[in-house]
């Protein structure tokens, strides 16, 4: 059955309806504007359980900022109004994607699809959203507009056509050192800004969240890297300590498996895919989960043998201080953009994209 919007009063309390547009288990309605909307029983999708309720938070971890969830609901209209699908790429976990052409705009942008029905994923969606629309770098995907109806949500973003930093890595490819240190240099400038100005941490840096803007070369100005994917982020507060385990093995700390850790496990992230571009193989490895879990654990990593032989001590440095294994000796953000690599091989004064 097609949903059909209702009246815009409603004869429940303001505070009932903002409680339950806040993530509440009776969250049936939609703002927009200054009105309130509610849907029909017929279109209402099913509760859904206190138990992933409580799963859902343990991922997401502190929720500050959906309290202002009224700011950044969507647009209310049918999505085919503004966009013509071009054709699926990806059916993941968190919604399907597809390439959208926007009628208004004349460009071309990725549309992933969520059903209102599965509300742990929605809630997160509009909490991602939130924060998107809070930060300004050029080295973050930035949102360009929500659009829902009565039974689906679309998070409309920009498309980047230089695709993710994992399709390179494959087949043992690896990049050379001054492309390596121009994509390290915008990841660490993006990091820096999450931890110092946004206070919050990413918690899932990969390489498949790091997208180029083109296909072209990395060392142009055109060609910037983007990251992506802000589902598992954790807001940093007074305790300065986070415990739920949501990083991708290969990319997790130490601390990270032990659940109890700090926003340096960006930096362990970011040491994981500079050791990866390198030499393109990951420092921790094994057979099995358990066996990565074990080697991460250890924290011992090579930079000895003929693949490293390119590789400056410098670099290799600023390699060892993201990988360090005690933490309160590990760089920090902004110890890492001050590395003495980045002033003597990129230039001075650009953003990472030049060589020298």
């Given at each position: 059955m097609t949903g059909v919007k209702c009246e815009s009063k409603c004869n429940r309390s303001l505070e009932n309806v903002k409680r339950c547009a806040n993530g509440g288990l009776d969250s049936d309605y939609h703002f927009t504007g200054d009105e309130t909307r509610f849907y029909d029983d017929e279109v209402k999708p099913a509760k859904w359980a206190l138990s992933e309720y409580d799963q859902w938070q343990e991922e997401t971890g502190n929720l500050a900022g959906v309290s202002n969830i009224k700011g950044v609901m969507a647009e209310w209209r049918d999505i085919?109004?503004?966009?013509?699908?071009?054709?699926?790429?990806?059916?993941?976990?968190?919604?399907?994607?597809?390439?959208?052409?926007?009628?208004?705009?004349?460009?071309?942008?990725?549309?992933?699809?969520?059903?209102?029905?599965?509300?742990?994923?929605?809630?997160?969606?509009?909490?991602?959203?939130?924060?998107?629309?809070?930060?300004?770098?050029?080295?973050?995907?930035?949102?360009?507009?929500?659009?829902?109806?009565?039974?689906?949500?679309?998070?409309?973003?920009?498309?980047?056509?230089?695709?993710?930093?994992?399709?390179?890595?494959q087949d043992g490819f690896h990049f050379t050192e001054v492309p390596t240190l121009v994509i390290m240099h915008q990841l660490i400038s993006a990091v820096r800004y999450l931890h110092e100005e946004i206070f919050i941490c990413h918690r899932d840096i990969k390489l498949d969240n790091l997208l180029f803007t083109t296909k072209d070369p990395i060392e142009t100005s055109t060609n910037v890297l983007k990251l992506i994917d802000f589902r598992r982020y954790g807001q940093m507060d007074a305790s300065g300590y986070f415990y739920q385990n949501v990083t991708t093995v290969y990319y997790a700390a130490p601390e990270v498996i032990q659940e109890h850790y700090t926003e340096k496990c960006d930096l362990w992230s970011s040491g994981v895919i500079m050791y990866v571009l390198l030499c393109g193989e990951f420092p921790f490895k094994g057979a099995t989960i358990g066996d990565v879990r074990t080697q991460v654990q250890k924290g011992n990593f090579v930079t000895k043998d003929e693949l490293w032989s390119h590789v400056s001590e410098e670099s290799k440095a600023l390699l060892r201080g993201l990988l360090n294994y005690k933490v309160h000796h590990r760089f920090s953000a902004d110890d890492a953009s001050k590395c003495e690599v980045f002033s003597n091989k990129v230039s001075a004064g650009d953003t990472g994209r030049q060589w020298v």
């Amino acid at each position: 059955m097609t949903g059909v919007k209702c009246e815009s009063k409603c004869n429940r309390s303001l505070e009932n309806v903002k409680r339950c547009a806040n993530g509440g288990l009776d969250s049936d309605y939609h703002f927009t504007g200054d009105e309130t909307r509610f849907y029909d029983d017929e279109v209402k999708p099913a509760k859904w359980a206190l138990s992933e309720y409580d799963q859902w938070q343990e991922e997401t971890g502190n929720l500050a900022g959906v309290s202002n969830i009224k700011g950044v609901m969507a647009e209310w209209r049918d999505i085919k109004e503004t966009y013509v699908t071009l054709g699926t790429f990806k059916n993941g976990a968190y919604g399907q994607c597809f390439k959208g052409y926007c009628r208004t705009l004349g460009c071309t942008r990725v549309v992933r699809h969520l059903k209102k029905s599965d509300k742990p994923k929605v809630a997160i969606a509009r909490l991602e959203a939130i924060l998107l629309m809070r930060m300004d770098h050029p080295n973050i995907a930035k949102l360009a507009e929500l659009v829902e109806d009565n039974m689906n949500l679309y998070v409309v973003m920009d498309l980047h056509e230089g695709g993710a930093l994992s399709t390179f890595m494959q087949d043992g490819f690896h990049f050379t050192e001054v492309p390596t240190l121009v994509i390290m240099h915008q990841l660490i400038s993006a990091v820096r800004y999450l931890h110092e100005e946004i206070f919050i941490c990413h918690r899932d840096i990969k390489l498949d969240n790091l997208l180029f803007t083109t296909k072209d070369p990395i060392e142009t100005s055109t060609n910037v890297l983007k990251l992506i994917d802000f589902r598992r982020y954790g807001q940093m507060d007074a305790s300065g300590y986070f415990y739920q385990n949501v990083t991708t093995v290969y990319y997790a700390a130490p601390e990270v498996i032990q659940e109890h850790y700090t926003e340096k496990c960006d930096l362990w992230s970011s040491g994981v895919i500079m050791y990866v571009l390198l030499c393109g193989e990951f420092p921790f490895k094994g057979a099995t989960i358990g066996d990565v879990r074990t080697q991460v654990q250890k924290g011992n990593f090579v930079t000895k043998d003929e693949l490293w032989s390119h590789v400056s001590e410098e670099s290799k440095a600023l390699l060892r201080g993201l990988l360090n294994y005690k933490v309160h000796h590990r760089f920090s953000a902004d110890d890492a953009s001050k590395c003495e690599v980045f002033s003597n091989k990129v230039s001075a004064g650009d953003t990472g994209r030049q060589w020298v």
